[in-house]
């Protein structure tokens, strides 16, 4: 089983619409980091979280850790057409400064 | 520009040879990463460096080899020993943070899609 999973694994919005992605784990996020890839190239990195509690925004994406720091989410307001791609969720579980990725969310933004 | 630049972007091979992932980067990072990522799956660590000359095993690392002889380079060499070597390549690097802090965030290469018939 994953270690971070991520829910939904996919998701068909339209265009001007809000979404929320989740990546989850049973164990403590010493840090939980969002990037955003498009098929067959490299990751963007989107946002860092580390405190329990945090929340960034970054244009109209906003991410949040809870206070527990085992959950996160990932929330995009109005979603555009260049919002489209895949989510990844990766996270240091153990303090061992590498991380663990969960298995994706695949974004489609319907016009 | 810095950046990570990974060669070639496709790559084909004949089952049973071995095949060199270049990775390289001017970011002046001590850390490498590798990871394969398999369609419908997160990625997957196979090796890291964090400094030259020292390396460790990732997750996966059976069936792969690397060298990290300059801090720029990380060249990573699947070799016939892999079984299911056909994957997209990630390579990353990032600053290596302190013990008592989250690890900084890694900066990934454009990748190498490898096919081995």
């Known amino acids: 089983s994953q270690e971070l999973e991520q829910s939904p694994q996919s998701l068909i919005v339209q265009e001007g619409k809000n979404l929320t992605i989740n990546c989850t784990s049973s164990?403590?996020?010493?840090?939980l980091y969002w990037y955003k890839q498009k098929y067959g190239e490299g990751l963007i990195f989107l946002m860092m979280?580390?405190?329990?509690?945090e929340e960034k925004s970054h244009e109209k994406i906003t991410a949040k850790l809870d206070e527990k720091k085992q959950q996160s989410s990932l929330h995009i307001t109005a979603s555009q057409p260049s919002h489209a791609g895949i989510y990844l969720c990766?996270?240091?579980?153990?303090?061992?400064?590498?991380?663990?990725f969960g298995q994706g969310t695949r974004l489609t933004i319907n016009p | 520009d810095g950046g990570i630049t990974q060669s070639p972007k496709y790559l084909f091979r004949k089952e049973g040879q071995n095949v060199t992932l270049s990775c390289e980067q001017n970011?002046?990072?001590?850390?490498m990463y590798w990871y394969r990522q398999d369609p419908g799956q997160g990625l997957r660590l196979i090796y890291y460096?964090?400094?030259?000359?020292?390396?460790q095993k990732g997750d996966i690392a059976e069936g792969y080899s690397v060298s990290r002889e300059k801090k720029e380079s990380f060249p990573l060499t699947v070799t016939s020993a892999q079984k299911n070597p056909t994957a997209f390549y990630l390579c990353?690097?990032?600053?290596?943070?302190?013990?008592?802090?989250?690890?900084?965030?890694?900066?990934f290469g454009p990748g190498t899609r490898l096919t081995v018939t």
């Open positions: 990353a690097s990032s600053i290596l943070g302190g013990r008592s802090q989250a690890p900084n965030e890694q900066y």
């Open positions: 164990k403590t996020l010493y840090g």
């Open positions: 979280l580390q405190k329990g509690g």
């Open positions: 990766g996270a240091d579980l153990q303090g061992a400064q590498k991380l663990v």
């Open positions: 970011l002046n990072h001590d850390a």
């Open positions: 460096s964090q400094i030259v000359n020292d390396f």
